[in-house]
């Protein structure tokens, strides 16, 4: 059980560095730092988009437009964290039991 338990908190941290590499690169782009001419970068921007992006989508339809400002990664993050928090002080000691 306790591998099961692992398994799941590694997928919620490694999506969490997925959202993360997805914001630097996304502000990299936006500033001319790294260009999406690049093949390795644009690949690698277009799997962290398919990655993202469902997660994303619903949150951006909730939240109101604010002039280009885009908090929806800042939501999720915090949403993964309260799912981790949760899964781990509620449904592991029942695991356990």
């Known amino acids: 059980m306790s591998a099961l338990v692992y398994l799941i908190n590694?997928?919620?941290?490694?999506?969490?560095w997925f959202l993360i590499v997805w914001v630097i690169?996304?502000?990299?782009?936006?500033?001319n730092v790294v260009n999406t001419y690049n093949h390795f970068i644009a690949m690698v921007?277009?799997?962290l988009h398919r990655i993202t992006e469902p997660a994303?989508?619903?949150?951006r339809r909730m939240i109101p437009d604010l002039?280009?400002?885009d908090i929806s990664p800042l939501i999720l993050l915090l949403l993964l964290q309260v799912i981790q928090i949760f899964f781990n002080d509620t449904i592991v000691p029942i695991l356990y039991r």
Do not use: E, N
């Open 10 to 16: 590694a997928v919620i941290d490694i999506y969490t």
């Open 25 to 31: 690169l996304s502000w990299l782009v936006a500033f």
């Open 45 to 47: 921007m277009d799997f």
């Open 56 to 59: 994303l989508r619903p949150i």
């Open 67 to 69: 002039g280009g400002i």
